[in-house]
């Protein structure tokens, strides 16, 4: 190519760029963001990178969501973001930055191949293909917490309808796309009846729509040990947001390492893309960490642009390099590697097999164009609404019937004592010594008409009687029926 050619084509190539915003990160971060935009620029990627600083630098500077204003700016003009991971500084007061652009943004999907890559990555579990698809912004992540007495924290855990049908049927559009014969659903509905129970009845809802695909519902705990044990017999899993925190990262071991497991965070209109490991500052600067957690997901964001081509020579080149044995410290193994590398050097080797395909492993075949999925609610449901108690919680130290007994003389004319729980297990009336109690005591008022409605005016001055009796409120849920039916748990014991 002569000068005037070069400069024609490097014209085209810049109109044909796709603007992507970038964060370095902390500890490994700028290391392995290094090694894979050097990979994917080598393979053709037409990028156009904005850089933003997010993370360990900005918290220092006395911003606690450890983002800027101006890089807000940026991940809303590209929507799309290849981030590098970033060290939360310990200690209160900071919020995860993760977390934050997640929900920021709506990213609602966070989508986690798990595989194993047998026999050049040492495994237990040779044939494991599992995609986790976890719930990203609801569950115990809203940081929504309080202490409300000397002995009580608690933390809020939010499950919500519309976020958990469009997370399961991205789950269900997923497989579908990538020709997965199997959606797998974990929740521990027979504990938390009403928020995993939403979860796993809105998935057997919405698997009826999608006749062509398995659909099954496991219990987390003993789904989890299956995974453990038999992850060849799972395929896609959907599952809450703390159950996929954990499960992922399980997965992404047992198939190999956590270093080689690149993750996608799926919102409407901007999507971010990571490893799913952290900052590990312990080999910060030393060459020594595997870019491939990285470079996967960056594979994942060339296929979200429209890039399949790209994706599919990176992707390929890797696995090469994989099945030729070149591996960083944490995949080395003396009976199967052939060489022990420096991050870097992993890259060059990469590099090197741009245009090859593996000859063990499978090579990947990506579309050159893909639209993304999107989704569309569909549930719709309208129930009528009711007003039938309250559930007082009081900070107090004593016997359960003492409490009980000075507040069935406050309740009143329209509002009876029904109950009080400590930590959930019912104590009044009829509680046993045994029964361990703390100083955060539910106490349940309904109508004294079973059944019936009750007014807020009634609810309020119970309130004010609570406080004159020097049993004042630490906090209050109202109890709501929706078309009759409890929108409230019963007490352990009731
Ligand atoms: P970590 O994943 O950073 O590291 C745990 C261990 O895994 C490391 O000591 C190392 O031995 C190994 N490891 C991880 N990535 C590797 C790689 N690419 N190559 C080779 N070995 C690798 O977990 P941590 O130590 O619990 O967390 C460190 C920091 O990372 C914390 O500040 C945490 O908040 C943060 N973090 C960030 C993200 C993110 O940005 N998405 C995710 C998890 C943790």
Not at 91 to 111: D, E, M, P, Q
Not at 243 to 261: H, K
Request: glycine share 8%.
């Amino acid at each position: 190519m002569d000068s005037e050619d070069r400069s024609q084509f490097d014209r085209t190539q810049l109109e044909n760029s796709v603007p992507i915003t970038v964060a370095n990160g902390d500890g490994i971060g700028p290391e392995i963001m290094k090694a894979t935009l050097r990979i994917i620029k080598a393979a053709g990627a037409r990028l156009k990178i904005e850089e933003i600083q997010v993370g360990e630098e900005v918290y220092k500077r006395g911003i606690s969501s450890g983002i800027e204003p101006s890089a807000w700016e940026s991940l809303r003009r590209t929507r799309v973001f290849l981030k590098a991971p970033i060290t939360t500084p310990e200690g209160g007061g900071y919020k995860s930055l993760n977390v934050t652009v997640r929900k920021t943004l709506g990213l609602y999907a966070n989508v986690r191949p798990c595989q194993s890559y047998d026999p050049f990555i040492k495994t237990k579990h040779p044939g494991m293909d599992v995609v986790i698809v976890r719930e990203n912004e609801e569950d115990l992540y809203g940081g929504i917490e309080h202490r409300q007495t000397e002995d009580v924290f608690q933390c809020l855990k939010l499950i919500t309808r519309p976020g958990t049908e469009r997370l399961i049927r991205y789950g269900f559009e997923y497989a579908r796309r990538y020709r997965r014969h199997k959606v797998t659903c974990f929740t521990k509905d027979n504990i938390m009846k009403m928020t995993d129970g939403l979860f796993h009845k809105v998935f057997d809802e919405v698997a009826k729509e999608y006749p062509d695909i398995q659909s099954e519902h496991w219990i987390v705990d003993i789904g989890a040990a299956k995974l453990a044990d038999r992850p060849e017999d799972f395929d896609v899993i959907v599952l809450p947001n703390l159950y996929g925190d954990i499960l992922s990262d399980v997965a992404a071991q047992i198939a190999g390492s956590v270093g080689i497991a690149g993750s996608s965070n799926i919102g409407d209109s901007v999507a971010m893309f990571e490893a799913i490991h952290g900052s590990a500052p312990r080999r910060a600067g030393q060459n020594m960490a595997n870019p491939s957690g990285l470079l996967l997901a960056a594979v994942q964001m060339l296929v979200h642009i429209g890039q399949g081509d790209v994706a599919s020579r990176v992707h390929n080149a890797w696995l090469k390099t994989i099945e030729d044995g070149i591996h960083t410290y944490d995949i080395y193994n003396k009976d199967i590697s052939m060489e022990k590398v420096g991050t870097s050097e992993f890259a060059d080797a990469v590099i090197e097999r741009i245009g090859m395909k593996p000859t063990v492993l499978k090579a990947v075949d990506y579309p050159s164009k893909l639209e993304p999925i999107k989704i569309t609610l569909k549930i719709k449901n309208k129930a009528k609404k009711e007003l039938v108690g309250i559930d007082v919680f009081i900070d107090w130290e004593g016997d359960p019937n003492e409490l009980g007994r000075r507040l069935e003389k406050i309740s009143g004319d329209d509002l009876k004592l029904v109950m009080i729980t400590n930590r959930g297990t019912k104590v009044y009336p009829d509680g046993i010594p045994e029964t361990f109690c703390v100083d955060h005591w539910r106490c349940r008022f309904q109508s004294r008409v079973n059944g019936n409605r009750v007014q807020y005016e009634d609810l309020i001055s119970l309130q004010s009687r609570l406080v004159d009796s020097g049993l004042p409120a630490v906090k209050t849920e109202g109890l709501y029926t929706f078309d009759g039916k409890p929108g409230y748990s019963l007490g352990q014991g009731q």
